[in-house]
């Protein structure tokens, strides 16, 4: 059964991983896990097969290039912040 994670707690995620870790590595590790965005659901191994770094040294590095290959509605509107309202 697939895991489910939000877009804003993908971090932990990530910091499961060991690291560093190859592109195509964290892809296999990830490919069970679906990413829920704001507008819609993506394969969370699907989008790290997408990113142009060969490898990563972090958590923190995989988080930045998923940010790459994301379209800005997926995160919610633009220029919104979880705490406005």
Do not use: C, H, W
Not at 5 to 19: A, H, P, Q
Not at 66 to 75: F, G
């Amino acid at each position: 059964m697939a895991q489910r994670v939000k877009y804003n707690r993908v971090e932990t995620v990530f910091r499961e991983l060991s690291y560093p870790i190859p592109r195509d590595d964290a892809a296999v590790e990830l490919d069970d896990t679906i990413l829920v965005l704001a507008e819609g659901e993506r394969n969370l191994g699907e989008l790290i097969a997408e990113t142009d770094q060969l490898e990563y040294e972090s958590a923190r590095d995989l988080e930045a290039e998923i940010n790459n290959v994301l379209p800005r509605e997926a995160v919610g509107e633009p220029y919104q912040s979880e705490g406005e309202g």
